[in-house]
């Protein structure tokens, strides 16, 4: 047998095709009982006239929805930008005049979001540079930094804090290279404090100085001396080279030709005041000479226009290094012969074409670096406007039962 | 092929036909759109609120909101009527939470006067108030199968797809209704009106 409310809409459907409610109950006698009350109910309010609204109301309805129209669709169309009309739409909101457009607020809350990401990548980059040692993919972002402060700080004293903070932090890297045993190429800046045959200590490091070690320059204690060196696997700082400041290097470079002497007082390897220029004309030597050049481009910074700037006490990786090591010692263009030294007395000037080479390594550098509307909701579902579970069976016959009003406020 | 296929359903479908010529702003697609709609709307919103007059304003705010709101509307989403049907249930809920009590509305001017007597008018009045009243009573689910069954003269099938539910859910609430409707009549009174 069919379930009731199947025969209840069987009849209904009969009904609304002329036939009478008895002929329809006769075709379910057994279901007669139970489909009587329904049938009555649904013939009683079929009897109720369809209301209709006054003719009035009609047509002002209509003037209404035509109005509506005008504004929609003849309106003329908005010629002003979007940013204009953003800005209207903020002030508007500011001054009270009128709620803010949930279109704006979700495209500037997109452009916050895509600023604040980019931001927190750069800071995270920064950060991750900071932290970064020598060899590392980012220590040289790091070295650019470091050069770019010391560009944008024109006090003097400033400068020169600032400069001896970065030789400080460049031999702390040094440091941990070597208390972590992991090898790398250093470049870095310090007093010679104490010379025990083959183990210098230069800036509280111990460097391991051999025959195969180049020297530039006159070592004594005191001195300012730069130092290219390995870190070896053992945690120890073997020198492929160490260059002595002038002295005055680290306040007013002189290049002038005054540095190194002429005729060259370069110690033998092991020894101060042994002059090296032998080992210098040794084609071993200047293959490492090259390695060197290719280590200072590597870790070179944008090229300050003359040699002289203050910043030449900077560390590895500063200007002033670069061009104390190329133009002097190792300008990259020196032939493997006594005369390579004759280039070390020519003064470079900012006009020198091999500084521009410098500036070209130093943007590799760089570029190693960066390698590194209610409308739409009442458009909605039509489901929303359907709270109540339609298999529930008796939702509110109770209250239908009461008949009380308790019912009806319910509803609302 | 697209195209073909759109020209087909316009060629079935005189009434999405009608939509999109308003979409595209098409006066007279309104107003026609206002005939067809206007009523079932106004019957909606008798049959939901206890005051006439705001029936019929908000019936007037519905086809405004729908000029506003018609390039919204798509088609395979859902009826263009439950569309409306939609816009007006926004706005009785609104229309709720702004009247705290419900207001009784006069009947007489909704009442067809011709061709029936003072006493049977009377009669009518006394019962249709009674079941008006009755039908308020009801959930919103069961006003909304009365109303589309009985005064919109639709089918079960239909009024299923304007309520996005089963046909057989929608006969089991046509079920419910009227069997709410009959008690609250024999508690009240009103089939004795008959």
């Excluded at chain 1, 760089?366 to 009442?378: I, P």
């Amino acid at each position: 047998m069919k379930p009731i409310e199947i025969l209840l809409d069987e009849c209904l459907r009969r009904m609304e095709q002329g036939e009478r409610l008895e002929d329809c109950l006769a075709a379910y006698p057994q279901q007669q009982a139970a489909l009587r009350p329904l049938l009555e109910a649904a013939a009683a309010v079929r009897a109720i006239p369809a209301p209709v609204a006054p003719a009035a109301a009609f047509e002002k309805g209509r003037a209404q929805m035509f109005a509506a129209f005008d504004q929609e669709f003849l309106a003329p169309p908005v010629s002003k930008s979007t940013l204009s009309r953003y800005t209207e739409q903020i002030i508007a909101w500011i001054t009270g005049k009128e709620n803010l457009d949930m279109n704006l607020i979700k495209r500037l809350a997109i452009a916050l979001t895509i600023v604040m990401v980019v931001l927190a990548g750069l800071g995270t980059t920064a950060v991750s540079a900071s932290n970064a040692l020598p060899g590392d993919l980012l220590y040289p972002l790091k070295a650019s930094a470091q050069s770019a402060q010391l560009m944008f700080t024109f006090d003097q004293h400033a400068r020169e804090e600032l400069q001896h903070h970065f030789e400080a932090e460049t031999r702390d890297d040094v440091r941990t290279l070597m208390n972590t045993q992991r090898p790398a190429s250093v470049n870095f800046i310090g007093v010679l404090e104490q010379i025990d045959g083959d183990t210098w200590t230069i800036g509280g490091l111990p460097v391991t100085v051999d025959a195969t070690s180049a020297l530039n320059g006159t070592p004594a204690i005191g001195n300012r001396v730069h130092v290219l060196a390995t870190v070896q696997a053992d945690g120890s700082i073997l020198a492929r080279r160490v260059i002595v400041a002038p002295p005055d290097a680290g306040k007013k470079p002189d290049f002038d030709g005054a540095y190194p002497p002429p005729g060259g007082a370069y110690p033998a390897p092991g020894q101060t005041g042994t002059p090296v220029h032998e080992q210098d004309q040794d084609h071993d030597q200047e293959q490492e000479h090259d390695r060197d050049q290719d280590h200072l481009r590597k870790t070179a910074t944008p090229a300050a226009p003359t040699p002289t700037a203050a910043s030449a006490t900077s560390t590895a990786s500063s200007q002033y290094n670069e061009d104390w090591f190329c133009h002097k010692c190792v300008t990259p263009t020196a032939k493997p012969q006594d005369s390579d030294h004759a280039n070390e007395s020519d003064p470079p000037t900012g006009d020198d074409p091999s500084n521009h080479s410098n500036s070209g390594s130093a943007d590799d550098h760089g570029g190693a670096s960066g390698d590194n509307s209610s409308g739409g909701n009442t458009g909605g579902n039509t489901g929303d406007q359907h709270h109540e579970d339609d298999t529930h069976p008796d939702d509110h016959g109770g209250g239908h039962d009461s008949g009380s009003g308790d019912h009806g406020s319910g509803h609302d | 092929m697209e195209t073909c296929e759109r020209d087909a359903i316009l060629m079935i479908d005189p009434e999405q036909a009608l939509i999109q010529r308003a979409q595209q702003g098409d006066r007279q697609a309104f107003a026609a759109l206002y005939e067809q709609y206007q009523p079932v709307i106004y019957r909606y919103f008798y049959f939901r609120l206890d005051d006439a007059q705001c029936a019929e304003e908000l019936t007037g705010e519905v086809f405004v909101r729908m000029v506003q709101n018609i390039r919204s509307y798509r088609s395979p989403r859902q009826p263009f009527l439950a569309w409306l049907y939609t816009i007006a249930h926004h706005l009785c809920i609104d229309f709720y939470r702004k009247t705290a009590q419900a207001k009784v509305a006069p009947l007489d001017e909704a009442l067809p006067s011709a061709e029936i007597s003072p006493a049977e008018a009377l009669d009518l009045h006394l019962r249709a108030e009674c079941l008006k009243k009755l039908l308020r009573y009801l959930t919103e689910e069961q006003q909304f199968v009365i109303l589309t069954r009985f005064f919109e003269e639709r089918s079960s099938q239909e009024i299923a797809q304007l309520m996005h539910k089963p046909e057989g859910a929608v006969k089991a609430l046509q079920h419910r209704a009227l069997a709410a409707l009959r008690r609250a009549m024999e508690k009240v009174g009103c089939h004795e009106t008959d």
